[in-house]
């Protein structure tokens, strides 16, 4: 897979690009546009923008930091870190379909059959408030903490389902 990052040293979003990646452990080529004419000129062949960042992974295009796109196309790639087996998305979002479900955390809508999310007990509907000791309020809380999660080691996750917390140990 090839990642290249085209920057300027004042882009507060290439810096949020960069850093994202490097959790994910994507190794990337920085191209500084604002020094390199070169660089600037493929930047506008490839993307049509004269703003940055740009990214590509692996020809595919993603113009500004694009988050979903980009864990879009690393997970197409299989790299993009590890991953729990599940589709989530905000509770906050979901409360109004789901009554009673808490409002801050990441509901499970589905788990996939020998994942690691399956494996730790998780079933649509519940709603995941703690990874590794660490709170989790959203969805990106679960993408931020599990690049960090220790692959073969047991890691703790609280959850809630029907109104009680449940706490369990899995493994990545």
């Not at 994202?20 to 080529?29: A, H, K, T, Y």
């Not at 703790?156 to 140990?169: F, H, K, M, W």
Request: hydrophobic letters at 40%.
């Amino acid at each position: 897979m090839k990642v290249v990052v085209y920057t300027t040293p004042t882009c507060g979003y290439c810096y949020q690009a960069k850093q994202f990646l490097s959790r994910q452990g994507i190794p990337f080529v920085e191209k500084n546009v604002a020094m390199d004419r070169n660089a600037a000129a493929e930047m506008v062949r490839l993307s049509g923008q004269q703003g940055v960042p740009v990214i590509t992974v692996d020809g595919q295009v993603v113009v500004g930091f694009d988050q979903p796109r980009l864990r879009q196309l690393l997970q197409q790639t299989g790299r993009g870190g590890p991953k729990l087996g599940a589709s989530i998305a905000d509770a906050a979002s979901q409360v109004k379909e789901h009554p009673g479900i808490p409002a801050l955390g990441a509901y499970v809508g589905r788990v996939r059959t020998g994942s690691p999310a399956e494996k730790a007990g998780l079933r649509p509907g519940d709603v995941i408030v703690a990874l590794a000791g660490q709170p989790v309020t959203r969805t990106a809380d679960v993408y931020r903490l599990l690049p960090q999660v220790p692959t073969g080691h047991d890691v703790s996750l609280a959850y809630v389902r029907n109104g009680e917390e449940r706490d369990t140990l899995f493994r990545l």
